[in-house]
């Protein structure tokens, strides 16, 4: 079993910044693709972004891009979303997930394995 633990969420004014991590557990985790999803009140889960991994390979929805940066120490087996110039729209509940079976981040959820229990991100206008 893996066990992945998200923090780091909060309350933050428009174009504030936090930093959320994701802490993997547990005897069968090894290195592997990591991602973030969000998701709003009445909508459905979305991607946000991904690694590989080894951390060499990132990929970002369009609507995060140039403001969020993905990234992991996989000596502490955690894994790091940075954000920046945090809008309105940003707010959510922010999980991240671990895919076992594969070396590259994937945008799809039903790819991930293993997910954690979320960390809740909102935005004041």
């Known amino acids: 079993q893996v066990q992945l633990v998200e923090s780091g969420g909060g309350l933050v004014e428009a174009g504030g910044s936090l930093r959320l991590s994701c802490a993997a557990s547990?005897?069968?985790?090894?290195?592997?693709?990591m991602g973030w999803f969000r998701q709003a009140p009445g909508k459905e889960r979305e991607f946000v972004a991904a690694i590989s991994w080894s951390g060499g390979s990132t990929n970002y929805a369009d609507s995060v891009k140039g403001r969020f940066t993905i990234s992991r120490d996989n000596a502490k087996n955690t894994v790091y979303l940075q954000m920046n110039s945090l809008k309105p729209e940003d707010t959510a509940v922010y999980y991240c997930?671990?895919?076992?079976?594969?070396?590259?981040?994937?945008?799809?959820?039903?790819?991930?394995?293993?997910w954690g229990q979320g960390t809740q991100v909102t935005v004041s206008p």
């Open positions: 997930a671990a895919d076992l079976d594969r070396m590259f981040g994937s945008s799809r959820s039903g790819e991930y394995d293993y």
């Open positions: 547990g005897r069968t985790f090894r290195p592997s693709a």
